[in-house]
């Protein structure tokens, strides 16, 4: 017997997908934030972001119809021309906020400019309570509460606290290494982690990130092709790395893992550094959207570049 699934099922199924652990929520709302023109985002983890993991920003906020559809399915703000190589913001496919409040206690507090007060609204694995007025400066809080309470299942694949943290720095490493003009703060644990000012460029942001005697063995890169631009930093042949997790590639605005991106760095230090070493490298690679396919992975870590040569 073929049966349709039920909205619930339907919900969870895709919320696998996006959501694999908190930091995969965190990176999903940090683009929320940024899509709504926040200048400074703060984000709360305890116990590695599973028991709570909150951020706020100071973007646009939303109103009451906007917050009632926000966590609706396939419900978007960010896709005005049923384009999908026309894509202007991170998101597009209206689904990271349905998908969060399938799998948590989900609770959204906003407030768009234009109104006088402001609103919440709460997802309890995939229940929507009612809309109501709440105090609440502009911009918008989303707290996710108890990540996979209803799915035991999946809640046993979390790691430790520490690890979970780790992924949720990493995630808001590569967002922030986009986004200089951004502000972010990271309290774990009611400590504050770090925060990163709003920086006056990409390579005072890479100094905060990576660190500062990266930047003092750094050659600039500049180059354009075929409507293409590149730009940033790669470490100089003696300064390394025993991993290459300080390789971050930046497309379009978002941070990409890309085999052949990566192939590509190492062929260009071929012969020049000792076995089992790594560059480090913060390039940004600017590609014409229609050059581009962005839709290759939920997660939107995957990219299909029509012209793979010139890349
Ligand atoms: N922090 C926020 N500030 C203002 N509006 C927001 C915020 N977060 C979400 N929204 C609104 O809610 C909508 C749904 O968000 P959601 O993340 O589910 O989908 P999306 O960003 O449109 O696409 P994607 O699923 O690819 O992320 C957005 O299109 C946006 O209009
Ligand atoms: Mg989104």
Redesign the pocket.
Known sequence: MIRLLPPHLINQISAGE?IERPSSALK??I???I??E?KNIEITLIEGGKRLLS?S?D????NKE??F???ERH?????PTDDLFNIN????????????GAVSHLK?T?KAEAEETGLSLEVNAGKKSEITPTAHAK??L?QMRDLFYNLPARLKFLKSDISELLASKEVIYKIALAYPEVSFTLFNEKKKLFFFPKAPSLKERARDIIDASFMENTLDIKATRDGMSLKGFISIPTYTRATSKDQYFIVNGRAIKDKMLYGILKAAYQGLLFQGRFPIAVLYLDIPHQEIDMNVHPA?TEVRFQKEASV
């Open positions: 996006v999903e709302l683009e929320n934030a899509d709504a926040a951020i920003d973007g646009k906020g939303m906007e917050l559809l926000s966590v419900a978007t703000s960010k896709l913001f991170l998101g597009f496919r209206g689904e990271a906020l349905a998908s969060i959204i906003t911009g918008t989303i939107k």
